[in-house]
């Protein structure tokens, strides 16, 4: 029995010690762990809030990246148009210059034909002309030499 009176009496003397513990729990509760907790849900509610903003953020710099890259993908597009043109253009003026060039050569050739055949029939009318006045000259000093012709068959 004596251990229980002297439990007894540790419990009284320990019942200060537990009501001071339980009023210090109660106010570190109301006065420390209260506010804490308030501005940790607080923090909380903001950084939610943030990363909510920050993904939104990212979700419209991503579709303008997207409407950006379409916006160049079609300005390139549209230059490798023009310069597609331009190069069909230069080409096209390049073949009529050709063409132009050609015909003008074959005209130059064609004129150039015409004179040389010209200048052959003159020469082939002048070579005859001369043929026959040669053979006629030939045929004149043959029949003039002394003893002629005949002269030499006998």
Known sequence: ME???????????????IIIVFLFYVF?????????????????????GVRAQAAAAQAMAKQEMGSYED??????AGLYAEQEAARQTVL???????????????????????????????ARAELEKQGLA?????????????GGPQAGAR
Do not use: C, W, Y
């Open 28 to 48: 570190l509760r109301f006065n420390f762990f209260g506010p804490i907790q308030h501005a940790m849900a607080e923090r909380t509610r903001r950084v939610e």
């Open 134 to 146: 040669l053979g006629s000259e030939i045929a004149r000093v043959i029949l003039a030499r002394p």
């Open 92 to 122: 096209d003026e390049r073949a009529k210059l050709l063409q132009a060039t050609r015909a003008e050569a074959q005209q130059v050739i064609h004129v150039a034909k015409e004179k040389i055949a010209a200048e052959a029939a003159a």
């Open 3 to 17: 251990i229980l009176r002297q439990l007894g009496e540790l419990f009284l003397e320990a019942v200060p010690t």
């Open 71 to 76: 916006a160049l993908r079609k300005a390139r």
